[in-house]
């Protein structure tokens, strides 16, 4: 897939863009503030803000493969865009960031959701599909 990253789109098309391949994960836009000590506070940056307002100004496409991973997927959006962007992947009826879980892929990431989000079959005790 790609996606294009032009001046005059919103966050939230981008969103859309993304998610029309990866139904069960999101991506959060954020600027990073100082904070006291050195630290960092991000700020999430609303779905209506337009990309000329974030970034480095640059356009361009971003080719995104299933094999790409959580951290890949980031450090392209920011490397090339200037853009911190955050993927979280559905679980159930909440968002987790997956911070913990970089290092998978794309698809991976997405099939790992829609296992978590898409209630299974339950087997009653005594019904026609208890085999015990």
């Known amino acids: 897939m790609i996606i294009e990253v032009k001046k005059n789109k919103t966050i939230a098309e981008v969103q859309d863009d993304f998610n029309l391949f990866y139904p069960f994960l999101k991506l959060d836009f954020y600027k990073k503030a100082n904070g006291r000590l050195g630290s960092f506070i ?8 337009f990309l000329n307002v974030v970034g480095n100004g640059k356009e361009g496409e971003l080719e995104i493969a299933d094999s790409m991973t959580v951290g890949q997927l980031e450090k392209s959006f920011y490397d090339r865009f200037g853009l911190t962007v955050q993927v979280s ?8 960031e997956t911070t913990m879980t970089d290092s998978w892929s794309l698809k991976h990431q997405n099939e ?3 296992e978590l989000s898409t209630p299974g079959k339950r ?6 599909d208890d085999h015990n």
């Not at 991000?42 to 803000?49: A, D, N, P, V, Y």
């Open 123 to 128: 087997v009653l005790p005594g019904s026609a």
């Open 89 to 96: 992947r559905k679980s159930g009826t909440i968002w987790l």
């Open 112 to 114: 790992h959701g829609r």
């Open 42 to 49: 991000r700020q999430k940056i609303l779905k209506t803000i």
